[in-house]
């Protein structure tokens, strides 16, 4: 006499049997008896196409959804911090759209978080290093930006004292006014390093595999490392050169697009690098 959970182990032994270890999963069986058999097998390439399909559009609206909003932070929220005459004198009065352009700015640093997150499954399958690299730098990227917008409000609060001090206070506030605005530009300046980090690491990866045509994603390789070396200019005492910035806009714009609308390549064969890369 069977046990109640003999037909579940039985279940279990020919799926096993008639199955691939990456096939399993989408195997549905029918009991006729003491019959067991596999029945409508689910092509586990098209689950596969249709989910990074979906995830490869998810990246595209994060994209657009992080152009959007670098662009309302940087241009509007925080005009009035490095508008003439400067941000001791201008803070003060717009500390509440400054405060809610470091909201913004978090949610926007954030993005790259779920980029990486949303990328990952779909770059692991092919290169383990590169899938976590991505990961890591985003995560960088966000919390630098919490010590950049943390300098931003200590910008608000020295502006706000400015406000309300007499003459001979005022003369000591603006003693350190280039203090305050350092502890809010150097932090500025290393996230966009480590952002432009990510960006190329993703660029690569889709260069390598040829997740998208490889003449965007060699664009996208220039642009990158155009942008990484605009920022870091600053540390060796030059001026961003802001021209050297508009590629990567233009690559991201496109790259947006077409994954929204072409999704990624799926390339047969071999997944996972055997050199654990």
């Known amino acids: ?70 662009y309302l932070v ?33 949610v926007t640093e954030a993005l790259w978080v779920g980029i ?9 399958r092919r290169t383990r290093t590169m899938a976590i690299l991505l990961v890591a730098l985003a995560v960088v990227v966000l919390a630098v930006a919490v010590a950049e917008n943390t300098g931003l ?32 530009n150097w932090p500025h300046y290393i996230s966009r390093i480590f952002a432009g980090s990510a960006t190329f690491v993703f660029y690569a990866v889709l260069f390598r ?7 965007l994603a060699g664009f996208g390789l220039i642009a990158a490392m155009l942008m990484v070396t605009a920022v870091t200019m600053p540390l060796f005492g030059y001026n961003v050169v802001f021209p050297m910035l508009a590629p990567l806009g233009l690559s991201q714009l496109i790259l947006a697009v077409w994954l929204m609308t072409k999704g990624f390549r799926d390339q047969p064969g071999p997944r996972i690098e055997r050199d654990n890369s």
């Open 1 to 70: 006499m069977k046990r109640p959970f003999d037909s579940l182990i039985d279940i279990v032994h020919a799926v096993s049997d008639v199955a691939r270890p990456e096939d399993r999963a989408v195997f549905h069986v029918e009991i006729d008896g003491s019959k067991i058999s596999p029945i409508n097998p689910v092509p586990k390439e098209g689950i596969n196409m249709e989910t990074t399909s979906r995830d490869a559009r998810i990246i595209g609206v994060l994209i657009i959804t992080q152009m959007v909003g670098s």
């Open 74 to 106: 940087n241009f509007v929220l925080e005009a009035p911090v490095f508008d003439a005459p400067g941000f001791l004198v201008n803070a003060a009065s717009h500390s509440q759209q400054i405060g809610l352009a470091v909201l913004l700015g978090l």
């Open 116 to 124: 990486a997150v949303t990328a990952f499954p779909i770059f692991y």
């Open 153 to 184: 409000m200590s910008m608000v609060s020295l502006s706000e004292a400015y406000a309300k001090a007499s003459a001979a206070e005022r003369e000591q506030l603006q003693t350190v006014q280039v203090v305050v605005a350092s502890a809010r």
């Open 209 to 215: 595999f040829a997740l998208i045509p490889r003449v």
